[in-house]
C-alpha cells in the first residue's frame, strides 16, 4: 500500500436528480478545475484528477429529488481554484453553466477577510467553495 495516499480523499459520490443536468453543470466546473471524464455508464459519470475522483449518479435508489446543503448531510465541496483572477472567471462564468453565487454581497470574502473565495450553488442545490491560493 502507498502510504502517501494515506488519509487521501478517494472519491465523492453525489446522487443527483437529473443526469444530464448534473453532465453539463459538474462536468463544466470539474473539467475547469483540472478534472478529466473518467467514466460513464447508464445512471452516471465521473471525473478524476490525480487519485481522486468524483462521481454524479442518477440512482434509482434515490428517495428525494431535493438536496439541501443546509440538511444533515453535505453541505458543500471546497476546491482549489487558482488565482484571485482565475476564482473572478469562474465566477463570472459559471452563470452560464447553471451555477449561481451565494452570499454575492460578501464576495470575495465572505469565508472571513483573509480567504479570497466564490460560493456557488448549481440547479440541484449542490455548493462548491472555490477558493483562491493567495
Known sequence: MNNDLVGALHHVELWVPSLKRAED???WILTR???SSDQNW???TSWRRGATY???EESPALT????QRTAPGLNHLAFHAGST???DALLKDSRLHGWRPLFAEKYPNAGGPD?????LVNSDGFEVELIANT
Do not use: F, P, R, T
Open 25 to 27: 453543470e459538474w462536468g
Open 33 to 35: 478545475l483540472g478534472y
Open 42 to 44: 447508464v445512471q452516471g
Open 54 to 56: 468524483i462521481v454524479v
Open 64 to 67: 428525494s429529488k431535493d438536496h
Open 85 to 87: 483572477q482565475q476564482v
Open 115 to 119: 480567504h479570497y473565495a466564490a460560493y
